[in-house]
């Protein structure tokens, strides 16, 4: 099945082996399996995901296979997440910020977040007679506790996950608006 009516889809990426871990001799242990989504830990322990991303997937591609349908499908009233998952190291900062070996990061680097945001601008720039407001909030969760990475001086105490009658889930944030 494809398009919103999936409610939940997993995708798994393979990152290429890290400088210092190919300088102590570290060995890839995953294999991926072309054109059928599924990776083979060590001899034989096949898993299927929604999508593969490889160790040579590019940003572009993984955003345009995974997130750039559902930030159409927000414009169609649709909710939408992302999120990344898995241990340290793995790749969750490049996917969604992205990254590079220097501080400076060129576009092809840029991650889901940047992605995203050009991607929802550039369709309200084409849609002339709609108004819409955007609302960003920007939160990270470190044991346990919520930081607000645009109110840095907000107190994690202020903050919190609040869940109204209607199952919605909110914070306690100020949200801001981007133009
Ligand atoms: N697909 C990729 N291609 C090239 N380099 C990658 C890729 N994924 C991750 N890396 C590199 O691997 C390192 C670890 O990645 P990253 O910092 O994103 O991990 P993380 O899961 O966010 O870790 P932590 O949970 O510790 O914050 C970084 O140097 C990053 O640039």
Do not use: W
């Not at 210092?20 to 054109?35: D, K, M, S």
């Not at 299927?48 to 160790?55: A, E, I, K, P, R």
């Amino acid at each position: 099945m494809q398009g919103p009516e999936v409610p939940v889809r997993v995708a798994v990426r393979v990152r290429p082996l890290l400088p210092r871990e190919r300088l102590h001799n570290h060995q890839v242990c995953v294999r991926v399996i072309p054109g059928a989504n599924q990776l083979v830990l060590g001899k034989d322990r096949a898993f299927t995901f929604d999508h593969v991303l490889t160790s040579k997937t590019s940003q572009d591609e993984a955003y345009s296979k995974i997130v750039e349908p559902l930030v159409h499908s927000c414009f169609e009233g649709y909710n939408a997440t992302v999120f990344a998952y898995g241990q340290t190291g793995s790749g969750k900062t490049y996917t969604i910020v992205g990254g590079g070996n220097t501080d400076t990061i060129t576009e092809e680097e840029y991650g889901i977040i940047p992605r995203a945001i050009k991607q929802i601008f550039s369709t309200i720039a084409e849609n002339h007679n709609v108004d819409y407001t955007v609302l960003v909030s920007y939160i990270e969760v470190y044991m346990e506790e919520l930081r607000d990475l645009i109110e840095l001086e907000t107190s994690s105490k202020d903050l919190h996950i609040r869940e109204d009658e209607n199952g919605n889930t909110g914070m306690g944030l100020k949200l801001k608006i981007m133009k």
